[in-house]
Structure formats: C-alpha cells, structure tokens
C-alpha cells in the first residue's frame, strides 16, 4: 500500500527535512526548458497554442542551445513567468535592465500597432 508523503516526511529527521527542501530549491533553480515546461503542467501542445506556432516548433526551441533573448522571454511568458537576465560576480549580483526596456519597447509597439487598427 502507497504511504502518504506527509507521513513519511513526519518521520524524517529535521536536518533531513533541510536537506531536502534545498535540494528542491536548487533542482527548481536550474532547469532546462523542456523540464520547466513540464514541471508547469503545460504540454507542448498548449504552450504552441499561446505563443501561435506549432507544437514542432515548441520541441525545437525546447532544444536550442541559442536563441534570441525576445523568443526565450515570449517562452517564459507564456507559461505565466517573466523573464529576469542577471550578471553574477563574485562581490554581487547585477539585474540587466537592457532587455526590459527591450521588452517594454515592444510592448508600447504592439499595442500603438493594435490601436491603429
């Protein structure tokens, strides 16, 4: 008979509990597209629906090692995320802003593009 997480959780130690959570966070901190699509419960199909391609092109960008940075944030956004670009030193951690106005930009176009309509 399956046992319950919550039950097997509650019997584990708290420095396994720890453990545990952050190896969750780190898995959940770095993760490949596909793996991220998935663990979102959208399937290629869906996702080609809300971005207007096909679900070929889904699994194509899924295993892209290069794309545009418009097209990865279009991918993001259609699974409800937004898209952060940081540079990481080693005395800190810098948000690239370059890309949100990018972002913003093209925003103000679709919707000056829409309106015109």
């Known amino acids: 008979m399956a046992k319950r ?10 420095e396994r ?3 545990n959570r952050k190896a969750a966070q780190h898995m959940m901190a770095e993760m490949p ?4 699509r998935s663990a979102r419960n959208i399937t290629q199909t869906h996702l080609a629906s809300l971005l207007q ?3 070929a092109s889904v699994s194509k960008m899924e295993k892209r090692t290069d794309m545009y940075v418009s097209t990865l944030r279009a ?10 670009i940081r540079a990481i030193f080693p005395d800190g951690v810098v948000k ?13 176009l ?3 593009a829409s309106s015109s309509k």
């Open 33 to 36: 597209l596909e793996e991220l």
């Open 17 to 19: 509990r720890e453990t």
């Open 75 to 84: 991918f993001v956004q259609a699974m409800g995320g937004e898209l952060e």
């Open 110 to 112: 679709a919707q000056a």
């Open 53 to 55: 391609i096909t679900q």
């Open 96 to 108: 690239i802003e370059q890309f949100s106005a990018l972002a913003s930009g093209e925003e103000h």
């Open 5 to 14: 997480f919550e039950t097997l959780r509650a019997k584990m130690s708290p």
